[in-house]
């Protein structure tokens, strides 16, 4: 018990934005909750949710259930669509796969490919999956394929040292794909649970490096049975809809299994996870709510919605 109030307790601090913008100015400029329900602040509402970042999909979804129960007279009352609201969220995410995809025993390590643009919070990210995994009692082994860009190494070198694991790198500019293929036979060798990969910081819309990522892809998968077990997207939740575009486009381009929303303790507001939830499959596996490597929460639906109306 103690350690979900700990979990709700960060994803409310990180969610304390959202909140402002859905609620705090409705609250202000009409007594939402004794108010009656009308056409003035069912258009104030769907105002709200957009600039939540909540997105056009899912925003359309909602006030089109609201009108319709208002237009029908189910609806009357402003609570009454706050009661509605967290039932349609929560039922966006059906029963879903959202744990971390592990190799099966014997098979060898579980890969985790990590990609996402510059800036997202890429490299902090893996930091957090690591010592997570590390609280686990799994021996974790780091790939730093990212040659391109001056300093990344380092960076991920810095973290490495911080939670005590071993980076396996490569020259500067150098090929990624050959680090990927130094890496897996190192992570079999030392009997590594987990390789993680941090891929170079690419834009969706550069071709080649998407055809580096598949090139990577290619390699880990020949040395490793069923590599890379997991593919995760890491985007930052401030970016708000070019987040959602980037998840859109990704998984056009690669088989994204999941997505690390960082930074969702900043200026971000979370109604972007309703829209990637909206506009993809894919399922949000973790969140980042801190800047420490412990900062790290599994993604709950309910929890995640039941923040978001917190007060």
Not at 66 to 90: H, Q, W
Not at 95 to 108: T, Y
Not at 216 to 245: C, F, M, Y
Request: charged share 25%; net charge neutral.
């Amino acid at each position: 018990m103690a350690l979900f109030k700990s979990a709700m307790s960060k994803i409310k601090q990180g969610l304390a934005k959202t909140r402002d913008v859905l609620f705090m100015d409705v609250r202000d400029l009409v007594p939402f909750f004794a108010r009656k329900l009308d056409d003035e602040l069912i258009n104030e509402l769907e105002t709200r949710l957009l600039k939540a970042d909540v997105g056009t999909l899912a925003t359309k979804r909602l006030i089109d259930g609201i009108r319709a129960d208002y237009k029908s007279g189910k609806m009357t009352r402003g609570e009454e669509v706050l009661v509605y609201l967290k039932r349609e969220l929560k039922a966006m995410w059906p029963e879903q796969d959202r744990s971390l995809h592990i190799a099966p025993p014997g098979s060898g390590p579980t890969v985790i490919l990590v990609t996402g643009v510059n800036g997202a919070g890429k490299t902090t990210s893996i930091a957090k999956l690591c010592a997570m995994l590390r609280s686990q009692d799994k021996k974790v082994l780091l790939a730093a394929c990212d040659t391109f860009r001056a300093g990344a190494v380092r960076q991920l070198e810095i973290w490495a040292d911080r939670l005590g694991v071993e980076v396996i790198k490569g020259q500067q500019g150098g090929d990624p794909a050959a680090v990927a293929f130094d890496a897996c036979k190192a992570a079999i060798a030392r009997a590594a649970d987990v390789l993680i990969i941090d891929t170079a910081g690419r834009l969706h819309t550069q071709d080649p490096l998407m055809r580096q990522l598949g090139k990577i892809r290619t390699v880990v998968a020949k040395q490793i049975e069923g590599a890379p077990h997991e593919t995760l997207l890491v985007l930052d939740a401030t970016s708000g809809q070019n987040a959602l575009r980037q998840a859109e486009e990704f998984s056009k381009a690669a088989p994204i299994t999941g997505v690390f929303l960082a930074k969702l303790d900043g200026t971000a507001k979370g109604g972007i996870v309703v829209a990637i939830r909206a506009a993809t499959s894919i399922p949000v596996k973790f969140v980042g709510v801190g800047e420490t490597p412990d900062d790290i929460e599994p993604f709950d639906p309910d929890q995640f919605v039941d923040a978001m109306f917190a007060t």
